[in-house]
């Protein structure tokens, strides 16, 4: 049987919003903000050089709509360069720390700002730091979108994303052991595609330095990172026969000359590989339906 292989390019244009998101409320640091203008600018231009010179590979962006509204100039190559464009949120915000009201109109708002700039609707979401909230999987489904790139309960086979909004009794020490000593329940499943993700092909951790984040390195050397994704890979061919690989980077990671290299290099990898395609994650949605 020949093999099928969907690999797909899955890039988060966070730009400034995650720098300027803090969480604690502190001021962003601007020394962190130009990193984001570097990635909108430089890094962006370069990835859509890399897809150009590849055969003109369409991959998925995903955009903060701050980023789409910060810098429209430089996400309209991307729009304009036939490359799908994906939901991330507004400024990168945590889902998982909002109110269900305020996910819906984080949402709505990003949704509104999509339409504006692309004339469609959007067809897929990722959680900005896939950080989902119990609430995330029904608001998808509410609001029409057909797929997610936030949850792991796979890692290369497309599956319909679970609801878990009742599924898991959390623990609490400030009440009775009997209270939160509960098995998971049963999931339920929605009719959102699940393209799954996974840190481990994630070029953010290794590579991207911060002083304030203690779980990012930023001096790991691209060729470990490399032989990881290769191996990874490697295990996936031999035991499927179809299977999806998605790779997930930013544009102020990736875009860096010594990671531009790696990638280079993988990208010749993965080619060496019969019946690899490089595709959108709306065409691995599609053919899953």
């Given at each position: ?150 949850l792991c309960h796979h890692d290369c086979q497309p599956y319909w994303a679970p609801d878990v909004a ?29 393209i799954p993700g996974s840190w481990n092909i994630d070029d953010w951790p290794p590579m991207q330095f ?80």
């Amino acid at each position: 049987m020949v093999k099928r292989v969907f690999i797909t390019y899955c890039i988060d244009v966070d730009a400034c919003a995650g720098w300027i998101n803090t969480r604690n409320g502190s001021v962003a640091n601007a020394s962190d903000v130009s990193r984001g203008v570097f990635g909108a600018n430089v890094g962006v231009d370069r990835l859509l050089k890399f897809f150009d010179d590849n055969g003109g590979i369409k991959a998925t962006w995903f955009m903060p709509s701050h980023t789409i509204l910060s810098f429209p100039d430089q996400m309209a190559k991307v729009r304009d360069g036939g490359h799908e464009i994906g939901l991330h949120g507004y400024t990168h915000e945590a889902v998982s720390k909002l109110t269900e009201d305020q996910e819906r109109k984080v949402m709505a708002k990003s949704i509104e700002v999509y339409k504006d700039f692309t004339g469609k609707y959007p067809k897929g979401w990722v959680a900005p730091a896939w950080e989902v909230s119990p609430k995330s999987m029904q608001i998808l489904e509410e609001f029409g979108i057909e797929y997610d790139h936030s949850l792991c309960h796979h890692d290369c086979q497309p599956y319909w994303a679970p609801d878990v909004a009742d599924t898991v009794i959390y623990t609490d020490y400030s009440q009775d052991p009997d209270t939160w000593m509960v098995p998971m329940q049963q999931h339920k499943v929605t009719k959102v595609v699940e393209i799954p993700g996974s840190w481990n092909i994630d070029d953010w951790p290794p590579m991207q330095f911060s002083i304030r984040n203690p779980g990012t390195h930023g001096f790991v050397n691209p060729r470990d990172i490399q032989q990881q994704w290769e191996d990874q890979f490697t295990f996936m061919y031999r035991e499927y026969e179809t299977f999806a690989f998605s790779i997930s980077i930013h544009p102020q990671v990736s875009g860096r000359s010594n990671i531009m290299l790696m990638h280079e290099r993988f990208i010749e990898f993965l080619k060496g590989h019969e019946g690899v395609e490089f595709v959108t994650a709306a065409t691995i949605c599609d053919e899953y339906v």
